[in-house]
């Protein structure tokens, strides 16, 4: 046995050839005795098996047994036909989906700053987002003035091209300074600002937690950026807290796939459809706890919440660095038109080549962006307004509290409160009815309120109807007590 | 009261024939319109012959360059990078604050390219100017900090031509009738509502505009909005939806394609301004229905631009309406470039071509343009079918129904909707001058002498002259001779800056 293993010679079974050869020969002579099989079998077999061979071959490759769906070419005739028979829908629906009384308002006359002016009679302003008061601020008006004179109304390009002015690079400097941030952004419309921001960083592929309370703005940014969205239930930490395990597990599952997926968290500050607080420190600690970035649409709570009124970052004292983007609407707090976002320069930088709403939309018009500087000035110069502001909020709700068939939801700090139905009525218009005509009342005596606005069949998730009130500074004591009356008598009239 | 109530009560014929008719008006078509008629197949003809357009392509030796130089940008940027990596160099770009171990923010290209490609150039962008965007405008210069990553001003301020602005007609200044308007606007509104046009932000002055805009463009109706871009991307979702297609142009606005994208309808694209495509595109999409739905489409939107920002192109509408009346698609026409600077009359492109405004069913525009103002609107036709049915719905009543800008955004502002009124009045010559004429007419080259007299020398506004003498100096330059932009092709990226 050693004497083989020492010198293999071919064809042995220590040999590499060994395998290779033995079934090339065994292949061999199998095929060989296959064929001397068919000398021995009768002629009458073989023809047999000849004919099945070709039956087998025509079936494979006879046309009749393709199963390949053909294409229909259609004859010119047959096109022109077609062309002709198609009955486009109308452009718009046949019947309005929309309440018909929303394409009728009720005109302002003058300014609608402490009071509106509706109809010849002065109402107390219970519906605008004028926080601060800053409508009709002469010292603002002042400003805008003086820049309308310097500058003309537009600017005639997108900060591209020579649509840059120096106000708006103060601005920005100025909004980067009073948030405590690297950098902000300017944006030329409210509504655009964080409906731009989001797709400039969620791309398809990539993850989104979001609140299910959140505005139009962000749903709309949402659908822009085309990246998965789990929705959480409003204000619920648990919730979130399942969603994010959830989508850890999957990341486990698949890292190199969750290494290229961005996680975002977007939240307001205040709700506008709840008014209420969303839970910072919690939102937070789960960033943190997830690697997620959170994004945070302080319209509502810029210029109202914290001390000096930096909003949700100073309302619960989390540093504003750690929050990755604040976008503000600069058309409630501010009174002006427009919209900024502010955080690290690493992350708002990037807005200046992929936001939307910045590189393709013409620049704010310079005297818009005068009165916000201004404003800012204000704000930096009384701090002790956001204290009122904030006194007067809960005197509202303390108000508000306890009115007949309604329910006053909304945190207490919060210039946003809703009025809800206590039960519900059969449908949505039903309820509208009930709260549109305590509004009509309201209005007939003096308090101008809104239901809040909403397009029913395009919200994600459409929010109870509600009767949206809204304080601002200007209102005195006094009168936030009368509107309060005028709306407890009113909602007497309604239920009673 | 719904009008299905009294549909009802209506005989079944005159209930079809009403149901017909409002169909075939609402969309601009009818079946008698549909077919050309001789003269106007041989108008169609004469107009394919006279619409010059250029679109020169780059000659090789800028074409090689362009190349070598993007090659030359990619190469050194990659050793910069694997010096910065190897730590031999720092990084100036500015950190993430805390968020080590967290998913990388940009995606890995496209932060290449903003690293080494935008930045090192970033200052030939945004730059700043301390002055109205008039004819002449006060650049502030600034020096480049840390390679790019920041920008200083020196507070040297240089007075140049400005050829960058869309300032058309010149609505840019500072003093005028337009300014004084604003002025009294702010005094007697404010500046903002604070409130969505569905809450309380409506003013008298948005009512008024609207009715001089829906004057202006011809149309019996317009809304107004605060936001060009938002004019487009918040209202194409109101009127399309997952059942319909929208078919657009190559090189549409970010705007059209961020509503179209809204919409969630279906989206087909034709190549740019390219007539053949679009017919071929709407063709097999009438015939062949919805692939996914195995239905007919809802309706076909077709989406152009009058005058292309960055291709200096003009559409060519009178063949797009044959088009579109022969498919009995529907025409939404964005005049952002086109509105106040191109026509006789200032009117846009239908003006220009002499194309009836009854013929583009939706006409959305800005201000941010030719008025040297901001925002937008959008006119269409409306339908009046008081006499069949009760209420009479409309496209803008829809639109102001449920539009997003109008239910969530705030309003347009007083003084800017002051302007828009002022400097349209005197285009349209209702402000008791001949000061529209004047500008108009100053964006025609035969007018040289009144150019001179005119104080409004924007070196756009005579952009005839200014396109023949850039092309006898040898530059390329594309698109139509009738539209106000030259866009003038310089090919390699390193001569931007």
Redesign the interface.
Known sequence: MAGVEHCPTEGSPGSPYYFQLSYFTIYLTKGIEILEYYTKVPFYHVLFEAVLVIWIYRLITSKTFRFREQKIE?TEKE?EE??EE???????????????D??T?????????HT?K?DDMECL?F????FLGF??NDK??DT??KS??????????P????????V??ELEERLAKYTRT?EAILY?????TI?SAIPA?S?RGDVVFCDKGV???IQ?GL??S?SRVMWFEHNDMEDLERLLLEQKEKDEKNPKK??????FLIVEGIYVNYGDIAPLPKLMELKYKY?V?IFIDESASFGVLGHTGRGLTEHFNVPI??V?LVSV?M??SL???GGFCCG????V??Q??SG??Y????S??P??AS?AIEALNIMEQKPDMFDDLREKAKLLHAELDGLQGLVCEGSEESPIKHLRLLEQLETIDDEEDKLKEIVAIALRNGV?L?IA???K??EKFLPPPSIRVTVNVQLTKEEIKRGAQVIRQAAEQVFG | M???KDKSKMPVRSRLTSRRS??SR??GFSSEKNQLSALQEEKLKEFRESFVEEFQDAPLYAAVMSYLFYFYMAFFACIKDLMIRLGVRKSK???????E???????EFEDFY?RHI?IPYSWA??????????PI?QL?EREVVDGGWQHR?TGVKTRMI?T????YLG?????GP??EA??EA???????????????????LH?ELETLVARFVGKPAAMVF?????TN??NI?T?VGK??LIISDALN???LV?GA??SGATIRVFKHNDMKSLESVL?ES??KGNPRRHR?????LIIVEGVYSMEGSVLRLPEVVALKK?????LYLDEAHSIGAVGPNGRGVTDYFGVDPADV??MMG????S????GGYIA?TQVNINTLIE?S???I??I???S???????SM?P??AV?VISSMKIIMGEDGTDEGKRRLKALDENNREDILKTRFLSAIIYFRYFRRRVKEMGYVVFGHNASPIIPLVIFAPGNTA
């Open positions: 259609l096109e077609l062309i198609w009955q486009p829908e109308p452009l718009v629906p046949a019947t309005p989906t929309y309440d018909l929303v394409i308002p009720k005109v302002v006359e003058g300014k609608p700053g509106l509706i302003n519906a605008t987002f004028n409508v009709g603002i008006e805008a003035i309308l004179h310097r500058y003309g109304v537009g600017s005639c390009g900060r591209g091209f020579y649509g840059t002015i120096d708006h690079l690297e030329s419309y409210g509504f655009s409906a960083y791309k505005s139009f703005a709309k659908v822009a085309r969750a290494s290229v997926t961005r996680r690697k970035r660095k750690e990755d609407s058309e409630n009174a002006t038109i690290t320069t690493f992350v930088d990037h200046r080549i939307a709403g590189c393709f939309s013409a704010l018009p005297m818009l009165a101008a809104t606005r909403y397009l069949d395009d | 719904t009008p299905s409002q169909k609402k969309n770009r500015p950190k993430e604050y805390k968020n171990g967290f998913v990388p923010l940009y995606p903003f935008y962008f945004n730059k700043p100017i301390s002055s109205t965007a008039g405008i502030m001003l400005n960058g602005s869309y300032n609505f840019a200044e500072n003093v337009c300014v604003a002025e702010v005094k007697k509104h404010g500046l903002a509502c604070c409130s969505s046009r569905h809450e309380f932000g409506s003013l008298a009512n605060g936001m060009g871009f938002s991307s918040t979702p009127l059942k319909d606005h970010s705007s961020t994208r809204l063709r009438v015939v007919p489409w809802g309706k076909i022969k498919y009995k698609a529907l069913d939706i800005t201000f941010t343009k008025f040297g103002a901001a269409a209420y719905w409309e496209i009543d829809h102001r129904g449920s997003h800008s109008a239910a969530y955004a705030s502002s003084p800017v302007q």
